[in-house]
């Protein structure tokens, strides 16, 4: 799976990008394109159910620092001049890193199955076996409450983590003044 070699040097690059660039929104740019690669990695690993909470958490980061950013910051002057050996080949690397992504995502896309079709065996059993053993009539129900329940368990439970480490960062009253 050479995809997956690429979409992890795209995502060290558009790292370091983050990291050295002086724009503070180039940098919440580059950062989305390390976490959409995250989330096309993991649909290239059959792991559509990871990919889709990747997707969500990073669309909504994306837009809560690109809010914070622009109502933070204030209009640089050097923005608009243009430096003729930069531009270039800004829109050179640009070019490139686009056309490996877009090429990427597509390998990716190709990889997905064909709707309706399970590729995994264990999804069969489950469909197989989930009346008799559980005798639950909705599959979707079996998996995630009896065969999955300790994956489940545990993502709850960073869920809940998560959202008591927000409303401790957020709340008014014990903060220093």
Do not use: C, W
């Amino acid at each position: 799976m050479i995809e997956l070699y690429l979409f992890l040097v795209f995502m060290i690059v558009a790292a370091i990008i983050a990291t050295e660039i002086k724009d503070l929104l180039a940098a919440v740019i580059s950062l989305g394109a390390v976490g959409f690669s995250v989330a096309i990695m993991f649909i290239l690993v059959q792991a559509p159910d990871l990919a889709i909470v990747q997707i969500v958490v990073e669309v909504l980061t994306v837009v809560i620092f690109v809010a914070v950013i622009l109502r933070s910051t204030h209009i640089d002057e050097t923005v608009g001049k243009k430096i003729a050996g930069t531009q270039i080949t800004a829109v050179v690397l640009f070019s490139v890193f686009a056309f490996l992504f877009l090429f990427a995502m597509f390998k990716a896309i190709q990889e997905l199955p064909a709707f309706g079709n399970a590729t995994m065996r264990i999804a069969k059993e489950y469909i197989r076996l989930g009346l008799t053993q559980v005798g639950g009539a909705n599959m979707v129900a079996n998996v995630i409450l009896d065969y999955r329940a300790l994956d489940t368990l545990g993502e709850a439970t960073v869920l809940f983590t998560s959202v008591i480490g927000v409303v401790a960062l957020m709340r008014k009253s014990g903060r220093k003044k």
